[in-house]
């Protein structure tokens, strides 16, 4: 009985840890992402991303709030067909037109995306853009 606990709970705590993971792989909504206070750095409430300014290059932007999603992009880290790569998910923010961009921590590599939303193009650069998704955020979702 104590053994068959044991696996039942190993089984709830795997499955948590991957809706954990599936929740990770769409780009943050634009409502959850906020200006870490007198930094540079911005946060969201969905665990997994970290954020920061990515224009003007030197990271150091005036926008206090995020208008809206512009696109995510995957960047595939090398020539191989079943390469992972990593997402970048960025917004306009509202001084400028400056771009905050939100990427998976913890050196997260996904699949290429799969989904209709993505249009993906042969690049031969390395590590280079190969896939774009624009629209809604939560569209562009990733496969782990």
């Known amino acids: 009985m104590i053994r068959h606990c044991k696996v039942v709970l190993l089984f709830l705590l795997l499955g948590a840890n991957s809706l954990v993971m599936a929740s990770q792989l769409a780009c943050p909504d634009v409502r959850s992402i906020q200006r ?39 960047l595939q880290l090398s020539n191989l067909n079943n390469a992972k790569g990593i997402v970048e998910c960025d917004y306009v923010g509202n001084y400028n037109d400056e771009i905050i961009r939100f990427v998976l921590s913890l050196n997260q590599n996904t699949q290429k995306p799969s989904n209709q939303h993505w249009f993906c193009e042969f690049n031969p650069e390395f ?7 624009s629209g809604e955020p939560h569209l562009c979702a990733v496969d782990p």
């Open 127 to 133: 590590p280079g853009t190969q896939c774009r998704c």
């Open 36 to 74: 870490v206070s007198g930094q540079y750095a911005w946060v969201t409430a969905e665990p997994g991303w970290e954020g920061f300014f990515a224009v003007p290059r030197y990271g150091r932007g005036q926008s206090s709030e995020i208008k809206y999603f512009k696109e995510a992009r995957w």
